[in-house]
Nanobody, 125 residues
């Protein structure tokens, strides 16, 4: 069982930066990959980035490449998503999730087993 708690969302002006965090609990975190997704009103939940807890290997969606950095702190059992050059279209609820830790890094909602409650990120123009 894995429990995930996001934090760090808020209101930021366009062009600004924000870091959201995901605190994880569970005995076998090294067996998971940790992903960030976002969901805007009226839209489907979409993949943003993923990191392997054990190897640190990462993968980004095209929307986040160059503007987002996913990282993890093993000692704190926390995964971060640093977002820069934020745009109004980045406004969404951001969720972290835990999925399979082997094979290709998971990138779809159905590949993840555990989800946090989400944190709201709002970018003003």
């Amino acid at each position: 069982q894995v429990q995930l708690v996001e934090s760090g969302g808020g209101l930021v002006q366009a062009g600004g930066s924000l870091r959201v965090s995901c605190a994880a609990s569970g005995r076998t975190l090294n067996s998971y990959s940790m992903g960030w997704f976002r969901q805007a009103p009226g839209k489907e939940r979409e993949f943003v980035a993923v990191i392997s807890w054990s190897s640190g290997r990462t993968y980004y969606a095209d929307s986040g490449k160059g503007r987002s950095t996913i990282s993890r702190d093993n000692a704190k059992k926390t995964v971060y998503l640093q977002m820069n050059s934020l745009k109004p279209e980045d406004t969404a609820v951001y969720y972290c999730a835990a999925g399979r830790g082997w094979g290709p890094l998971p990138r779809t909602v159905s590949e993840y087993d555990y989800w946090g409650q989400g944190t709201q990120v709002t970018i003003s123009s």
